[in-house]
């Protein structure tokens, strides 16, 4: 097992080396000179220039590429255009702020969704399995902002239940678990629930559907376990897949929902991502999105040793 | 004789309700001695598997109906339900299937799916079925024992498995073994390996055997009576012996003729022109009729009669009466 976990390690390093180069080039090929953002539209030529080499932007993209890398790897990704602020501290800011959403929509959903999926499974083909796919298929499809905007005009402007914008009195800086922050995660929360519920209930249901229609699940009845034995063995057999998705949905949430984050002005790294792309700001974007990157290969990573780890069918030698 | 017999069916009739209605068992009478082995022989869609599952209740309870009796050891099987049923699967009859790869749960260790069995039915610790477990990989002659133990399905042989299915399967030291088709899933030479271990163990133990095979060769080698079943019902039962030198039923001299002389051994039993009846409607006549060359208009308008031919040799066929 200790093994596995090496190779898998070294395995993610081209990957993670092949990402930040991506990352790198997708920021540089995109249309637009990200100079006009925020040079005064009088600037002359060479104030222009001057602004694109303190920025290197003015070098080759090799070697802005090495500057650029080489200073990430030891935290510093560079200033913001826009805010002058360095970019690791807004992206940390953000990143904070959307896991801590991405985790409380998991908490939501998790449970939910597993739950509702092995319902329909055990009862697959019966009236309680369409109900729950007609749900599932539904959460799945309808556009989650538009949903955000609904919960916003129903619990915040109707209701006056609950606030609809931002993070809390604290700004985008300062979390805290209390009653005046909490109430500002419960509507984001849900509302980025409502797709993973959907996504993890129809695998599981397919999952379990599966797997109660196998010839081992006869064999045990058939040596006289009881059903709650049955259940156990179905549960497990379900574990690794379950696991997956449920670690690929986590990911997805890490990586902040730009439209739900926006909706509810939640400062996270979608709401970054999106701030980034409408000002241009080169240094940020690609901050953001190396990060977000990175993230999401720690996670297929953790995911896959995690199956490893408890699916005895997955080769570790 | 005098002995209660292990099994008895009597009058045993399945239908399976869904779009179309399936009359898979239609009436079948048969018993089994305590220790004795018995060979179920017949084509695909005869029933045999139906059979061996209603000994388990193992069939779909909300699709399928059952009359008639079925005993095993006095026990009347048909009432059984709740813990009395859990009870008597796998401990007082237990299974051994087809293709032991899908039969073993792929991510528990076979060590630990016998051991829960046996913690199950005789109640015992889990280091102490852990023990009875180990004996039972030795005795079925698994290699490096301790070690299997270990194992998860995936990591061993198809015959391995097998043996660790039968190992699993006699745990609980069964009165009665069902086999369905225990060996043709296997390679020819480890076929024969699991039989001889199979008719071993079963003269250990003193179980009775009812195992379902396509291959008349494999049901000579270690079975003390055959019974060949047709469309859901018995058309010939009788000593091994019996059978074999003297089948009567046309459908037995038919697959006799078709696998023993000059065929290759370990062939399917298909070789009969014509295909066996739809089982839409409970028969009222030979169900063999359309592909028997002796059928006459007395076979087409009834049921057959059973005929004793001697001590326990009986054959369902109109000829037989003839020559009463
Ligand atoms: N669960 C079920 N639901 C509906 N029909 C069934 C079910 N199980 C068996 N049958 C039908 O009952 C009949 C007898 O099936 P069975 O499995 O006993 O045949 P078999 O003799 O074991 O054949 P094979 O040699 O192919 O295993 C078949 O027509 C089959 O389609
Ligand atoms: S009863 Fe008639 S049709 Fe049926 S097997 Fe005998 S001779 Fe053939
Ligand atoms: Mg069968």
């Known amino acids: 097992m200790f093994a596995y976990l090496i190779r898998r390690l070294v395995y993610v390093l081209p990957v993670a080396i092949g990402v930040s180069i991506i990352c790198f080039l997708l920021v540089h090929i995109a249309p637009g000179d990200p100079l006009t953002a925020i040079m005064p539209v009088d600037a002359t030529q060479e104030e222009q220039a001057a602004m694109r080499s303190a920025y290197g932007l003015d070098k080759p993209l090799p070697v802005q590429y090495a500057i650029w890398i080489g200073k990430a790897v030891t935290g510093d990704l560079g200033k913001s255009i826009a805010t002058g602020r360095p970019v690791a501290q807004e992206v940390f800011s953000a990143v904070k702020n959307s896991l801590l959403l991405a985790f409380t929509a998991s908490v939501i959903a998790f449970p939910i969704g597993l739950l509702l999926g092995f319902i329909a499974g055990y009862y697959r083909d019966t009236i309680i399995d369409r109900l729950v796919t007609a749900c599932a298929i539904t959460g799945v499809s309808v556009p989650n902002y538009w949903l955000g905007i609904v919960f916003v005009i129903v619990f915040s402007v109707q209701l006056g239940w609950l606030p609809s914008m931002g993070a809390g009195p604290g700004g985008s800086g300062q979390w805290a678990w209390d009653y005046a922050h909490i109430r500002h995660l419960i509507l984001p929360s849900v509302t980025l629930a409502v797709v993973p519920i959907g996504i993890v209930a129809r695998t599981v249901r397919a999952l379990v559907g599966d797997i109660f229609s196998m010839d081992f699940v006869q064999a045990l009845y058939a040596k006289g376990m009881r059903h709650g034995d049955v259940l156990r063995h179905v549960i497990r057999n379900a574990a690794p897949t379950a696991l997956s998705v449920m670690g690929l949905q986590l990911g997805y949430l890490l990586g902040g929902s730009i439209l739900i984050e926006t909706v509810f002005n939640w400062p996270g790294s979608g709401f970054l991502l999106s701030n980034a792309i409408f000002q241009r700001d080169l240094p940020l974007l690609q901050g953001t999105i190396l990060v977000l990157a990175l993230f999401f290969v720690s996670m297929n990573l953790i995911v896959d040793v995690a199956q490893a780890a408890i699916d005895p069918r997955i080769k570790r030698s | ?324």
């Open chain 2, 1 to 324: 004789m005098s002995v209660t017999p292990l099994v008895e069916f009597e009058n045993l009739t399945v239908r399976f309700r869904g779009e179309r209605t399936v009359h898979a068992i239609n009436g079948l009478n048969l018993s089994l001695q305590p220790g004795e082995m018995l060979a179920l022989l017949g084509e695909s869609g005869s029933g045999k598997s139906v059979t061996l599952k209603t000994l388990l209740r193992l069939l779909p309870p909300r699709r399928s109906e059952l009359e008639g009796g079925i005993r095993v050891n006095g026990t009347d099987v048909m009432s059984l339900s709740g813990q009395a049923l859990a009870n008597h699967r796998g401990g007082d009859v237990s299974m051994i299937f087809q293709e032991p790869a899908l039969a073993l749960d792929p991510v528990y260790t076979v060590g630990e799916q016998i051991a829960e069995t046996v913690m199950r039915h005789k109640g015992v610790s889990r280091s102490a079925a852990m023990d009875v477990a180990l004996d039972m990989l030795t005795r079925v002659r698994i290699p490096s024992p301790e070690r299997r133990l270990k194992n998860y399905p995936h990591e061993m042989s198809g015959g391995m498995r097998q043996r660790a299915m039968i190992a699993l399967a006699l745990s609980c030291r069964p009165k009665l073994l069902l086999a369905d088709e225990p060996t043709t899933a296997l390679d020819a030479t480890v076929q024969i390996q699991i039989l001889l271990l199979l008719r071993e163990l079963q003269q250990e133990f003193g179980m009775g055997v009812i195992f379902v095979t396509h291959d008349i060769g494999v049901a000579v080698e270690v079975s003390d009576r055959i019974a060949v079943m047709y469309a859901g019902n018995l058309v010939e039962t009788g000593s091994t012996a019996d059978v074999i030198k003297d089948p009567r039923h046309p459908y037995t001299k038919g697959l006799l003729a078709a696998n023993l002389h000059g065929a290759v051994k370990g062939q399917r039993l298909d070789a009969i022109p014509g295909s066996p009846p739809a089982l839409e409607r409970a028969p009222d006549a030979c169900s063999f009729a359309e592909r028997c060359s002796h059928a006459t208009d007395r076979c087409r308008s009834a049921l057959p009669p059973v005929v004793n031919v001697s001590g326990q040799h009986q054959v369902t066929c109109v000829l037989e009466a003839e020559n009463v």
